[in-house]
Each structure stands twice: as structure tokens, then as C-alpha cells.
């Protein structure tokens, strides 16, 4: 608003008559101008207007958007600094058929003064992040992020291309009582490592994950690798004698962060239709101290498909006795 009254002064248009204060209104040309404030919920539900510009767009919350999405007669037009890492203006606003995506940098602002041009150059060196974000315009990336990951339609196969990934396991983590059991399937081809939902559910004992799994698409060539905590070996034990092919899961010397490290070594591509999947490795992260600097060790919580698809991939994956392929 500051800026709006400052350019409308210095072109010589500004008329304090024409300006309401309180209200935060101005007429111009015939048109009536108002601004409000995203914490005013009664004027983002209030009247409607024929074209809509959201500053920081970012800041609003989705009920927010939608409520004056609702109320806008014509054109709509955002503007956003892509630090977040996961938005709704991503997934609800900018795949929309209706809408056009403009990528800008501060290179396309023939305004900025050379002293703010120099700080966000700066950024190359002092903070990647921030450089990323503010300097080339591209999604921000969380520093305390485990996992980088892809979304994708489904396991892709073609049988005239060398485009078909082996599946090489499956990983399961044990709930039992109030937390999930998470089954994954997992394929892999050359560097890169598919993933597949296929059971996430609590309260389920080693018989009723069986039943499960054997009532789905279960490809029994493959072994599922279990992590052996908690009730891990009798709910193993009931698996194998409804005809499963269980195995405990290898770790580390290091555990988890053995896992991690090798997981990171490959690309990661998720169906999106693994809901519980994709919402764990969203937020997956590492551990911060006081001072903000990143530890090695993931914070404990809501990962229980990230460890079933850790167990999988290591035990295939690494072999210390043959250094291959534990089944081919």
C-alpha cells in the first residue's frame, strides 16, 4: 500500500479526496481500489471485486485463497517467494488449467537499487539456500531435509525401451498398538530406487499383516525385510507360517544413518499414490541444536515408512559378505 501512494505521488495522481484511510480505499479512474489485510478474515469474506492481486500470496492460508478466489469476479494475479518447500499455491494454483506461471528473478526488476542487487549476488557464496530461492526464483529446499524425492504416475515398464526397473524387495516396519505397520515395495534401475505403498495401517499383529499382504498384490518371489524391535520376531515368526518370505533386516554398523547414507546415493521416485509415504518424507528431517546447526541423526516421530523402506534397501542393496545383490 506504501508503494502503491508513493508511485501514484510521484506521477502527480495522488488526490487525498479521492483517499478513505480508515478503510484502506482509494478511487482512481472510476475504479475502487481496496486493500486489505490477510488477518482480516470478515473483508476476505466480505464483498465481492472484479480483479484480485495477492502480495506474498504465500502468507495466506488455503481457506483464506479460496474465499476470495470465490469472490473475484475476473483476473486473479499472485506474486510469491518460493521459500517454502511444500505449498498449496503449488499444487492447487499453478497446475490449474486456467492459470499462467511466470518465473522472475531480481534480474527482471529494473527498479532494485545496486545495494540489494550485491546482497542477493551474495548469496551464491553465503547461502545456497537463500541464493536458490531469492537470487534464481527455483523452490526452496529444506537444509534439515533427510530425503530429496520425485513423484511419479507409477512404476514405469516398457518392454521395447530399457526402461524396467527390477523389483528387488519389499521393507516392513512394525506398529502394532497406536502406530502404523509400513509395507513398501521397492524396485530399483541403475542409480535409481522406486517406491510403492502397499500397507499402512495400526493395530495390525503379524497374522493380520499376512492376511493383508496375501489378499493384495504380493509378488512372492520377493523377500519382505523386517526390523526385528518390539514384538518384531514373534510377529516375523507368524508371517512365515502363513507362507511368507520374511527376513530380518540388515543394518549398519551405524544403523540408521548407514541407511540414510546409502538411500541418499540414489535418485528416489515415489507413486503419488503413496499418500503416507510422500506425507512422512515431507517431513523427515534432521535433528537441529540450539544453534540451529544440523545433526546426523533424524528426529524420532511419524517415520514409520521411512524406516520400512531403509530396511529394504539396505538389506538388498548392501552385502558386506559378497558385495552384491542379496537376491538376483
Known sequence: MRDFFEILDKLGLYDSNRHNKSNGEYWLNGNLIEFIGADQPQKIRGRKRSLLFANEANELHEEDWKQLVMRTEDKIIIDYNPSMEYHWIYDKVIPRDDAEFHQTTYLDNPFLPKSLISEIELLKTTDPDYWRVYGLGERGVSRSLVFNYRPIKDIPYDEDEDVNPELICYGLDFGFAQDATA?????????????????????????????RLKGGELDKRAYIYCDTGGGGVVAIEEMRREGLKVRKAKKGQGSVADGIDLVRQHELLITERSINVIKEIRNYKYKQDRQGNILNTPVDGNDHAMDAMRYGIYSVLRNPNRGRYAIR
Do not use: N
Not at 513398501?184 to 495400526?202: P, S
Open 183 to 211: 509395507v513398501v515395495a521397492i524396485w530399483k534401475l541403475d542409480r535409481t530406487i522406486y517406491v510403492d505403498e502397499i500397507l499402512y495401517e495400526a493395530g495390525l499383529t503379524g497374522h493380520d499383516i499376512a492376511k
